[in-house]
Nanobody
Framework: QVQLVESGGGLVQAGGSLRLSCVASGGTISSSAMAWFRQAPGKERDFVGI???????LYASAVEGRFTISRDNARNTLYLQMDSLKPEDTAVYYCARRTRSGGYSDSSQYDGWGQGTQVTVSS
């Protein structure tokens, strides 16, 4: 069972940047699609973006053009570069490994959920 640990969150002003990391143990990420989700207080967990094994990414419309997902398979690490941050990006951010073939934005298709990392964007 893979275990994922997110880090890199913090408090940033609107327009700023953060880079999140997700380190995997107990398994490798190279053979799996990996995604980022986020959950704001009182809201459902939302899809942010996915890194496919064949080297492309896909993003939610809310973050397209501002967020970039990358992976370092040698380090077993997934990244989320977040630029031009907005107050509405405030949430706990999670990474996860896709283990089922259903909708890629459906969090039930993933496992390895860690504790998440808090991102707070002030206006």
């Amino acid at each position: 069972q893979v275990q994922l640990v997110e880090s890199g969150g913090g408090l940033v002003q609107a327009g700023g940047s953060l880079r999140l990391s997700c380190v995997a143990s107990g398994g490798t990420i190279s053979s799996s699609a990996m995604a980022w989700f986020r959950q704001a207080p009182g809201k459902e967990r939302d899809f942010v973006g996915i890194s496919w094994t064949f080297g492309s990414e896909l993003y939610a419309s809310a973050v397209e053009g501002r967020f970039t997902i990358s992976r370092d398979n040698a380090r077993n690490t997934l990244y989320l570069q977040m630029d031009s941050l907005k107050p509405e990006d405030t949430a706990v951010y999670y990474c996860a490994r896709r283990t089922r073939s259903g909708g890629y934005s459906d969090s039930s298709q993933y496992d390895g959920w860690g504790q998440g990392t808090q991102v707070t964007v002030s206006s």
